[in-house]
């Protein structure tokens, strides 16, 4: 069974300081790794995927994750967080089996940022 | 390229009841899925429709059930509703390939409370 765990339901940082928002899987298969963001009353938007390759993975609005295998993990970071970052964010991981439907989230974690 | 687009934005229903949830898919996609989110968590996969038959499934009762039409809009139609059921309830929608894992595109959701 497939996974994700975000550690901290919520995160405050300065405008135009490093965000980090930490994510952790567990897949018994090769996964595929994604960040969301939802902006209030709005579905979701992808942010980014890991796939197969390069495991540093560059997304929209300068985000960008790295997958390591040997720590099951799929961080989300941006080196300078600006006021329009606030939003809560997910981490989600499915397996190379299924379609890109079957999404396994976490719990999110709420980011916010600070003038 | 129209979007994802649910309806409607916001429902009130009372325990016992039935509700039907609608999605129009995005233009070219052959494929839906439904997500619940219910208030500070992340989305949890209800089931997933391809060209109009259910194509897996999530940990949610038969009182969970979906249709899918020729023009791949989509219906989620929860009977006998229970206070638990209230929840933001997402579609997204996807063009399937042989490659597998097309980007997601989610509606704003449908909010439903159970009162």
């Known amino acids: 069974a497939q996974s994700v765990t975000q550690l901290g339901s919520h995160v405050s940082v300065s405008e135009g300081a490093l965000v980090l928002l930490r994510c952790n899987y567990s897949s018994s298969v090769p996964p595929y790794l994604f960040w969301y963001v939802q902006y209030p009353n709005q579905g979701l938007q992808l942010l980014l995927k890991?796939?197969?390759?390069?495991?540093l993975v560059k997304g929209i609005n300068g985000f960008e994750a790295e997958f390591k295998k040997s720590e099951t993990s799929f961080h989300l970071t941006k080196p300078s967080a600006h006021m329009s970052d606030a939003a809560e964010y997910f981490c989600a991981v499915s397996d190379r089996l299924n379609q890109g439907g079957k999404l396994i989230f976490g719990q999110g974690t709420e980011l916010s940022v600070k003038p | 390229e129209t979007g994802v687009t649910q309806s409607p934005t916001h429902l009130i229903k009372t325990r016992g009841q039935q509700v039907t949830l609608r999605c129009s898919s995005q233009s070219g996609h052959n494929t839906v899925s439904w997500y619940q989110q219910a208030l500070g968590q992340g989305p949890q996969f209800i089931f997933q429709y391809y060209r109009e038959e259910e194509n897996g499934r999530g940990n949610f009762p038969p009182r969970f059930s979906g249709l899918q039409f020729p023009n791949y809009s989509s219906e989620l139609n929860v009977n006998a509703l229970e206070l638990d059921d209230s929840a933001l309830y997402l579609c997204?929608?996807?063009?399937?390939?042989?490659?597998?894992?097309?980007?997601?595109?989610f509606g704003s959701g449908t909010q439903l409370s159970v009162l």
């Open positions: 890991y796939t197969t390759g390069a495991t």
């Open positions: 997204a929608s996807s063009r399937e390939s042989r490659g597998g894992n097309e980007k997601l595109f």
